[in-house]
């Protein structure tokens, strides 16, 4: 399938890179194509970025049948700009697509609709240290229609945002509440897809964290509420007694790509890691059991995030004394110095783009 490209006749004038957000600036072009039984997915094309003429029937409004991912292109120091480990976001897209009725996406079709995106776009590639162009891939049911079933046409649609230096006062540890009553997922549930509802399900606990005055909030298990599955919209380690942890894939976590990564990095430098269940009492004993306790959450956009304090109930915890430890600050690196280009890539995970 080629794909048909329409130039804006108007750019748009770029934002200073030292100045940028998260998620309002967007770029002059998309990507779009899309999905009817008789022709599956066809008309594939870049145009100028502009909103959609929707019925209020269209079955995504209603239903929520949607997925979507997010990724980021990073400029490397020789200007040239790279994309991360993009096959795995293309790959879980299509997991979370089963999971939703979804048809699924040929994985190299959209890498390659991605990387002629990005050759539009390169120049809002930012460059100041830490900003990244975030990557926004996602499908909508589109029928007009409001009865309850799966859609028959959809839209895939790609949109690209300038973002800033995730931490630009320096990278400091979050605190996080542990949410004893609400829960994200449950198991046959659809937590391991990247579905809107997952998000809407979350905001309620995420407010309530808010008010008491932590940032994220740890997920529970939805069953038992004893074991930890996730914290906001993260994946979660522990580093306990010189071995790390994170929680096995159960079904209501959903599989990271950050997290993989940690996972083999550790393998390569010989680091234990464990995937496993762990309760939340265990994570309480761990921080007073072991002075080199660590948590961290791991997400395509903070990439590691340093937890300081654990809010559980009546219990409050400090984590290694609300300092980001040597562990988190390590894996920190590594992946951004993998990411930006700034060390060997000893696993091949970046992917060249223009
Ligand atoms: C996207 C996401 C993550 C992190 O996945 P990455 O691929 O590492 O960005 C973790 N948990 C939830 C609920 C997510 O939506």
Not at 111 to 131: F, I, M, N, R
Not at 201 to 226: F, I, N, P
């Amino acid at each position: 399938m080629d794909i048909k490209i329409t130039k804006a006749t108007q750019l748009k004038t770029k934002p200073d890179d030292t100045k940028l957000g998260f998620g309002t600036i967007f770029t002059d072009h998309m990507f779009n194509m899309d999905y009817n039984p008789d022709e599956g997915w066809h008309n594939p094309r870049i145009e100028p970025f502009g909103p959609f003429t929707l019925s209020p029937a269209t079955m995504v409004l209603h239903y929520g049948q949607a997925v979507f991912e997010g990724l980021k292109a990073y400029r490397n120091a020789s200007g040239n700009i790279q994309l991360f480990r993009p096959e795995r976001n293309f790959s879980r897209s299509n997991k979370s697509c089963r999971l939703m009725c979804i048809p699924e996406v040929d994985e190299d079709f959209a890498l390659k609709a991605l990387k002629e995106l990005l050759t539009v776009e390169k120049d809002w590639v930012p460059s100041a240290p830490g900003t990244s162009l975030y990557i926004r891939p996602t499908i909508i049911s589109t029928d007009a229609f409001l009865g309850v079933r799966a859609s028959h046409t959809y839209r895939f649609f790609i949109i690209l945002s300038p973002v800033g230096a995730y931490y630009p006062e320096g990278f400091k540890p979050v605190k996080i509440w542990v949410s004893a009553h609400h829960v994200r997922a449950v198991p046959g549930g659809v937590g391991e897809a990247k579905t809107p509802g997952n998000y809407a399900a979350s905001l309620y606990a995420a407010e309530k964290a808010h008010q008491h005055g932590y940032t994220q909030v740890l997920w529970l298990d939805g069953v038992e509420r004893r074991y930890v599955e996730e914290v906001g919209a993260m994946n979660i380690f522990f580093f306990i007694k010189g071995e790390l942890v994170t929680p096995e894939l159960t079904g209501s976590i959903l599989p990271g790509v950050t997290r993989d990564s940690v996972i083999e990095l550790a393998g390569h430098w010989n680091i234990p890691c464990a995937e496993r269940k762990i309760t939340i009492t265990e994570v309480i004993e761990a921080q007073k059991e072991d002075p080199q306790f660590e948590v961290f959450g791991t997400g395509t956009a903070a990439v590691i995030s340093p937890v300081g304090h654990i809010k559980y109930g009546d219990i409050e915890v400090t984590v290694n004394n609300n300092e980001v430890g040597p562990m988190t600050q390590k894996f920190y690196d590594a992946l951004t110095d993998i990411q930006y280009g700034r060390a060997e890539d000893p696993m091949s995970w970046v992917e060249p783009v223009v």
